[in-house]
Each structure stands twice: as C-alpha cells, then as structure tokens.
T-cell receptor, first 114, second 114 residues
Framework: GAVVSQHPSWVICKSGTSVKIECRSL??????MFWYRQFPKQSLMLMAT?????????EQGVEKDKFLINHASLTLSTLTVTSAHPEDSSFYIC??????????FGNGTRLTVT | GENVEQHPSTLSVQEGDSAVIKCTYS??????FPWYKQELGKRPQLIID?????GEKKDQRIAVTLNKTAKHFSLHITETQPEDSAVYFC?????????????FGTGTLLAVQP
C-alpha cells in the first residue's frame, strides 16, 4: 500500500519552455502533498506544501510564479516549471501522506533543461 | 529557520560491523523523526521512524534512539551488509496538524565493504 506515482521519470526540454510533472497517490487519498528538489549528492530541499483545494505554501526562496503547483484532487498534484532555464535542471520528487501518517515518495523526475 | 544537521556525511564500514548516524534538530516542537534510505537514482524509502513519546525503537538490524532534551536522534545499523550501502537521510517534523512538514538532514553516504 501507500504507492505514489510520479510522471514523467525524466524529461529534457529547451530553455524557455514549460514542463509539467504529475504526482499521484494510487491507493490512498493524500491530505497533503509535498514537492522536493534534490541536487546531485545533496539533500532533499522542500519547495512547497500542497493541500487539496487550496493554494500551495512555498518555502522561503522558492519562486511561486516559477514553480506552479496545483492540487486538484486528493490523489493528484502537479508541478509546472515555467520558462525553464538550465539552472532549473534537477531531480524533483513529490511525496504524499495522510495526516499523521508516514510520508511516501514518488519515483522522482529528472529534469534537464538545454 | 528550522534545520536538521546530520553526521557524518560519509561512513565506510566493514561488512558485519555496526554503523551509527547522528542528527540534531533545532525545533523543540518537532515530534516525528523518520529515517529514509535512498539508493542511487531512486526514491527515498522509509526504513524506520520514531515519535517523541518514545526513546528508542528497533526493527531487526535497525534501531533509532531519540534524546528530546538534547534534540538529537540516531540511527543504528547492526551486522551491516553490502546491500545496506546507500544514502541515509534523517528528518524532523516541523509545524503541527495539517501544516506538518518534514525537513531533511544533509544525508550520509554509507558504504559497506564486503
């Protein structure tokens, strides 16, 4: 149980384009979803917290207009990287949980912006 | 802001030896402390967690201890095996209720030498 699916697993896009990443909880309804970013050999950096039906809460230093998060239902959250640039290249991982339960991660998306 | 410090950053042990990874947290209100194992290119997997009302928890070869007064917690792996080689992240909960989120440590690369 507690499976989180993330799509796509990897994506290459040109500078200036936008990329959408989907995160789905397959066998449970997630009260909250989180988006993390991970640089090579570094830790997981929390970008934003997303609750169904409400606006995402962004961490300090994360541009909300750059990283658009939509949490349309209890099983789906999307992250759109707008006007992507090479410095946005990274490993993006979503996670989901039911309140007071452990956090479960998606398989991650490796974004490369050329 | 809130942060979680993790040591050491790298740890090399011989197969069969024990490994200990230590973390400290800054938010005295933190009440949930999970440990994740991440293999190269894969998602973090929860291996054990502990809540603040418990001082120690054990699951086969893995144990976690928590010292709330000192605000630190540790992961202990006994009888290490080559398949234990991975990056391990500690985390601490920040905030309460629906806003509860996890802040991760910087990670420890564990290498178990056969």
């Amino acid at each position: 149980g507690a499976v989180v699916s993330q799509h796509p697993s990897w994506v290459i896009c040109k500078s200036g384009t936008s990329v959408k990443i989907e995160c789905r909880s397959l066998d449970f309804q997630a009260t909250t979803m989180f988006w993390y970013r991970q640089f090579p050999k570094q830790s997981l950096m929390l970008m934003a917290t997303s609750n169904e039906g409400s606006k995402a809460t962004y961490e300090q230093g994360v541009e909300k207009d750059k990283f658009l998060i939509n949490h349309a239902s209890l099983t789906l959250s999307t992250l759109t990287v707008t006007s992507a640039h090479p410095e946005d290249s990274s490993f993006y991982i979503c996670s989901a949980r039911v309140i007071y339960s452990p956090l479960h991660f998606g398989n991650g998306t490796r974004l490369t912006v050329t | 802001g809130e942060n979680v410090e993790q040591h050491p950053s790298t740890l090399s042990v011989q197969e069969g030896d024990s490994a200990v990874i230590k973390c400290t947290y800054s938010d005295s209100a933190s009440n949930y402390f999970p440990w994740y194992k991440q293999e190269l290119g894969k998602r973090p997997q929860l291996i054990i967690d502990i809540r603040s009302n418990v001082g120690e928890k054990k699951d086969q070869r893995i144990a976690v201890t928590l010292n709330k007064t000192a605000k630190h917690f540790s992961l202990h792996i006994t009888e290490t095996q080559p398949e234990d080689s991975a990056v391990y992240f500690c985390a601490a909960s920040i905030g309460g209720g629906a806003t509860n989120k996890l802040i991760f440590g910087t990670g420890t690369l564990l290498a178990v030498q056969p």
